[in-house]
Nanobody
Framework: QVQLVESGGGLVQAGGSLRLSCAAS????????VGWFRRAPGKEREFVAG????????NYADSVKGRFTISKDNAKNTVDLQMNSLKPEDTAVYYC????WGSGDKYESMYHSWGQGTQVTVSS
């Protein structure tokens, strides 16, 4: 299985930006769709964004559409999540996950490998 490591989390003021990165070790990302999910305190984990194994057809939750952008770089073996216009309600632990030959689906059950997560805190 691929090992995933998220980075780029931190503390930012509302309206600010952060760029999260998901790196794979042990295997190439080229055959994997990647999804970003998040879990806010006291809430269920939810889908944020996904991208197909080809690096096309990005898929976003309605709550982040127009603010977040997911991108896949097979040469660098990374998937990034650019987060702009951050809101306090974006505060959560963010996880990346992989789905072999997938489409970047919003369903957690489609993903087989998960990172440990990175904390994003947005202050008001």
């Amino acid at each position: 299985q691929v090992q995933l490591v998220e980075s780029g989390g931190g503390l930012v003021q509302a309206g600010g930006s952060l760029r999260l990165s998901c790196a794979a070790s042990g295997r190439s990302f080229s055959s994997y769709a990647v999804g970003w999910f998040r879990r806010a305190p006291g809430k269920e984990r939810e889908f944020v964004a996904g991208i197909s194994w080809r690096g096309s057809s990005p898929n976003y939750a309605d709550s982040v559409k127009g603010r977040f952008t997911i991108s896949k770089d097979n040469a660098k073996n990374t998937v990034d999540l650019q987060m702009n216009s951050l809101k306090p309600e974006d505060t959560a632990v963010y996880y990346c996950a992989t789905d072999t030959w997938g489409s970047g689906d919003k369903y957690e059950s489609m993903y087989h490998s998960w990172g440990q997560g990175t904390q994003v805190t947005v202050s008001s």
